[in-house]
Nanobody, 127 residues
Framework: QLQLVESGGGLVQPGGSLRLSCEAS????????IGWFRQAPGKEREGVSC????????HYADSVKGRFTISRDNAKNTVYLQMHSLKPEDTAIYYC????????????????????WGQGTQVTVSS
């Protein structure tokens, strides 16, 4: 069974940084667009950032532009989300998802498209 596993979440103070990782097992991420999504208590899931299979195209939600960076290392079969200047409103469970390489990254993020999903990692920003 194809699996995505997120890691790197935790508790961080406002203004701090975290790097989330999304690692695939039993399949290669080379042919998939990957997205990071988050869901806070009582809120709908939102697309945070998405990256094309080649890594040449990315999309960010307005709320994270300039603070978060998505990247991928296909040799390690891993996609990262580097988060800086974290705010309390970034608190959520963060999920990664994989979609067909034909998926446009903006569509993936806005529509929440994903063929495979991880279980999520909790990010809490609090003093």
């Amino acid at each position: 069974q194809l699996q995505l596993v997120e890691s790197g979440g935790g508790l961080v103070q406002p203004g701090g940084s975290l790097r989330l990782s999304c690692e695939a097992s039993r399949f290669t991420l080379d042919y998939y667009a990957i997205g990071w999504f988050r869901q806070a208590p009582g809120k709908e899931r939102e697309g945070v950032s998405c990256i094309s299979a080649s890594g040449g195209s990315t999309h960010y939600a307005d709320s994270v532009k300039g603070r978060f960076t998505i990247s991928r290392d296909n040799a390690k079969n891993t996609v990262y989300l580097q988060m800086h200047s974290l705010k309390p409103e970034d608190t959520a469970i963060y999920y990664c998802a994989a979609a067909s390489l034909l998926t446009l990254v903006q569509d993936m993020c806005v529509k929440g498209s994903g063929d495979y999903w991880g279980q999520g990692t909790q990010v809490t920003v609090s003093s």
